[in-house]
């Protein structure tokens, strides 16, 4: 459907500039992203002391208002549903059971789920930082025939639970786009530009996980990469949080320092160096080559174990997994959780087809549909991070070869969506000669803040987003893997 007319947003802006007039402004925002952090540090000629703008479009992208808006006012009942599911032990152990057999990461994470379930946890409190993404789809039925315009739904490709990044890059890309459209002259569509609060919210939530640790010396952990290419996404987190509470500090370790540094005090506080932990914040973790050896597997224990306030906790890192995800959208699953039926209708309709791979007769119906039809579908593995998925002909030359593992079951297929296409320039760092004018498709990430325990919800809320844009001929689009580019929405009518 890429392409089709029918399936087209546009910008009421011009975007033909004269080739002058274009070279100017990509200048201009390129020195306006490097002053005003929206950078990386460079993989491929990395440098600790430099910076490199992350890609970016260079105008903000269409997004329709009415969408945006649901969007955002299904996060609370979202953060809701993840909430209950990760507190709910037997539900997460039954949905588990098989991927934990072919899966020694999920495994690893269920082996110290179930160590401080039976241990009983220390603390009972969780912070939860997550992200909702979602696309829009044309295939939805039209709801209005009579419409002249596409008819757009948006449908949830996965909620994550872990390091949901761009809590930074997300509000500066707003700004450097409320920049680029004043240069063009374009003062009265500013409205447009949603506001985006993120890093605000984001922080407000580890600070108030901090007030309710009590302790006024205790400092925040964030658990970091052996190397750091994300680094303003992170670091603007930590700035965030000194401006609005100067008296919390921060500091960074990566997984292989907490194993050599890291301890448990006589409450069961947990002690770093010198600094008692009120609140860990995890930037890694949520990759099996983050874990090194068995010594990282016992920090990442050590600390659940612990009084610290987790973000996330275990069980909400389970939660996210794409089996839980397909596993809510089988009939009835989200009543289980939310007992208001209307909410849980609202919930099932963002919900897209996803299909497990057991070895039952759904299972192996899911598998022969794969192969034979496998533009269809994505195939994902129960990993975060990006550019871990299958598509096309590499679905039916997977699927063919597990037919008969195990291993399959390890893996979800999910329906393929198709959103709208949408006309843009991407400027990445290096050469921009000739600079064109692409077809593009985006993606939208919805934050949300919980704190809670088993029992209650103490903080529930929405806060700030995030877009990513790539060509509408790629498969995946992270940013970090250097595929996809930081954008914001422009809500369109």
Not at 77 to 95: C, G, P, Q, S
Not at 122 to 137: F, G, N, P, T, V
Not at 296 to 302: Q, S, T, V
Not at 466 to 488: F, H, I, Q, Y
């Amino acid at each position: 459907m890429h392409g089709d007319n029918e399936a087209t947003m546009k910008l009421p802006i011009a975007l033909d500039l004269p080739r002058k007039e274009l070279d100017e402004l990509i200048d201009k925002a390129k020195d306006w992203a490097l002053m005003n952090g929206l950078c990386f540090r460079s993989k491929s000629d990395f440098n600790r002391d430099l910076l490199q703008f992350a890609p970016y479009a260079l105008m903000p992208s269409p997004f329709p208002r009415e969408e945006f808006q649901n969007a955002c006012d299904i996060q609370i009942i979202l953060n809701t549903l993840v909430h209950r599911v990760a507190h709910d032990y037997d539900f997460l152990k039954e949905t588990l059971q098989e991927t934990v057999k072919v899966d020694d990461f999920t495994r690893n994470l269920f082996d110290i789920y179930e160590t401080v379930h039976r241990e009983g946890a220390a603390q009972k409190l969780s912070l939860a930082i997550l992200r909702s993404d979602l696309m829009l789809d044309t295939s939805c039925p039209k709801k209005d025939a009579k419409k002249l315009k596409p008819h757009c739904c948006w449908k949830q490709v996965e909620i994550n639970t872990i390091a949901s990044g761009f809590g930074w890059l997300g509000p500066a890309t707003t700004r450097l786009h409320r920049f680029v459209l004043q240069e063009l002259g374009y003062q009265d569509e500013l409205r447009n530009l949603p506001e985006n609060n993120a890093l605000e919210t984001l922080c407000s939530g580890m600070i108030e996980a901090w007030s309710l640790y009590g302790e006024s010396k205790a400092i925040i952990l964030f658990v970091i990469e052996d190397i750091t290419y994300n680094i303003c996404d992170q670091r603007f987190h930590e700035f965030e949080i000194r401006r609005q509470n100067p008296r919390v500090s921060v500091i960074r370790r990566n997984l292989t320092e907490l194993a050599a540094t890291a301890r448990l005090g006589a409450n069961m506080e947990l002690l770093v160096d010198d600094h008692v932990v009120s609140v860990v914040y995890y930037r890694c973790g949520y990759e099996p080559g983050q874990y090194h050896s068995q010594k990282e597997w016992d920090a990442r224990l050590l600390i659940e174990r612990s009084l610290a306030i987790k973000c996330p906790s275990i069980q909400y890192h389970l939660a996210g997994t794409k089996k839980v995800q397909q596993t809510l959208a089988k009939p009835g699953m989200v009543a289980r959780f939310l007992k208001d039926e209307k909410t849980a209708a609202k919930v099932k309709e963002i919900f897209t087809g996803l299909y497990p791979l057991d070895f039952d007769e759904h299972g192996n119906a899911a598998v022969e549909m794969g192969i034979s039809n496998p533009q269809r579908f994505v195939l994902k593995p129960q990993r975060e991070g990006g550019c871990n998925n299958k598509y096309g002909l590499d679905i039916r030359n997977f699927l063919q070869s597990v037919k008969s593992e195990q291993a399959r079951v390890a893996w979800i297929l999910m329906d393929r969506l198709y959103p709208p296409v949408h006309k843009n320039y991407i400027v990445k760092p290096g050469s921009n000669a000739q600079l064109e004018m692409k077809e593009l498709i985006s993606e939208l990430g919805i934050f949300g803040v919980v704190i809670g325990s088993d029992k209650d919800i103490i903080v529930n809320r929405q806060g700030g987003h995030m877009l990513r844009t790539k060509l509408a001929t790629d498969n995946e689009g992270g940013v970090a893997a250097g595929l996809g580019a930081c954008d914001s929405p422009f809500l369109i009518d």
